[in-house]
């Protein structure tokens, strides 16, 4: 199977899985008359709460506060799916809302990395490669569009994989943190450190994977126009 053809798959059981869990969400909040740049502005102000509850070491808050954490951060990924969906069954896309919505989600991504490095999750050196690496991922896929390469579920890692990887590591961290504290008197500290080096390497290989998948159809496209 080409990369064009599991992209195409990706896609599509993205798009099943998407329809199984948004749909009676998104139909109540067509009924209500929400558009898709509120949508978008909603799942911003999420990620910024986020952000802040992370600045203030809110995955070690004591337990009945501990999991606002993973709770905004799954409606901040649930809006991010809304709006999109909202937009395509209201037939209102359109090219200010996408790039709204685009620049929307790189300040969300800014404040969450922010926000755990502020909280002391890892240092400023490791917050900034991990904010290169997807600033990286989103822009190959903007240059490469811009060629007229359809990039739409190419790469592991793309923003709804990452905000899903996020908030079961936000889950993991403040159990294991409250478990290891009750139980042995000390909290566990290093399942960050080793979901960061994991996560480091997979956006890594979403990068190696654009870029591979880009070159390819430029090549083809070149290849093309010289026929």
């Given at each position: 199977?080409?990369?064009?053809?599991?992209?195409?798959?990706?896609?599509?059981?993205?798009?099943?899985?998407?329809?199984?869990?948004?749909?009676?969400?998104?139909?109540?909040?067509?009924?209500?008359?929400?558009?898709?740049?509120?949508?978008?502005?909603?799942?911003?102000?999420?990620?910024?709460?986020?952000?802040?509850?992370?600045?203030?070491?809110?995955?070690?808050?004591?337990?009945?506060?501990?999991?606002?954490?993973?709770?905004?951060?799954?409606?901040?990924?649930?809006?991010?799916?809304?709006?999109?969906?909202?937009?395509?069954?209201?037939?209102?896309?359109?090219?200010?809302?996408?790039?709204?919505?685009?620049?929307?989600?790189?300040?969300?991504?800014?404040?969450?990395?922010?926000?755990?490095?502020?909280?002391?999750?890892?240092?400023?050196?490791?917050?900034?490669?991990?904010?290169?690496?997807?600033?990286?991922?989103?822009?190959?896929?903007?240059?490469?569009?811009?060629?007229?390469?359809?990039m739409k579920g190419v790469g592991f890692m793309e923003r709804a994989e990452r905000l899903i990887i996020f908030w079961?590591?936000?889950?993991?961290?403040?159990?294991?943190?409250?478990?290891?504290?009750?139980?042995?008197?000390?909290?566990?500290?290093?399942?960050?450190?080793?979901?960061?080096?994991?996560?480091?390497?997979?956006?890594?290989?979403?990068?190696?994977?654009?870029?591979?998948?880009?070159?390819?159809?430029?090549?083809?496209?070149?290849?093309?126009?010289?026929?």
């Open positions: 199977m080409s990369k064009s053809e599991q992209a195409n798959v990706k896609r599509s059981n993205q798009r099943r899985i998407l329809n199984k869990f948004v749909d009676l969400p998104v139909k109540l909040l067509i009924k209500h008359g929400f558009t898709p740049n509120i949508l978008s502005f909603c799942g911003f102000f999420c990620s910024i709460t986020v952000a802040v509850l992370l600045a203030w070491g809110g995955l070690h808050f004591p337990f009945p506060l501990a999991w606002i954490v993973p709770f905004v951060m799954f409606w901040a990924g649930a809006f991010d799916a809304f709006d999109g969906e909202v937009a395509r069954r209201t037939g209102n896309i359109s090219i200010s809302g996408a790039f709204l919505d685009s620049n929307l989600d790189r300040l969300s991504d800014a404040a969450i990395i922010l926000g755990l490095v502020m909280g002391g999750y890892f240092n400023y050196v490791i917050g900034y490669v991990i904010l290169f690496l997807i600033i990286m991922i989103s822009y190959i896929r903007a240059r490469a569009e811009n060629e007229g390469i359809d079961f590591a936000f889950i993991f961290e403040f159990w294991i943190y409250f478990l290891s504290n009750l139980f042995y008197g000390a909290p566990f500290r290093l399942f960050f450190p080793i979901f960061t080096v994991i996560f480091t390497g997979l956006l890594i290989l979403t990068i190696i994977q654009r870029l591979l998948f880009s070159f390819k159809s430029l090549y083809k496209l070149e290849a093309h126009d010289k026929n």
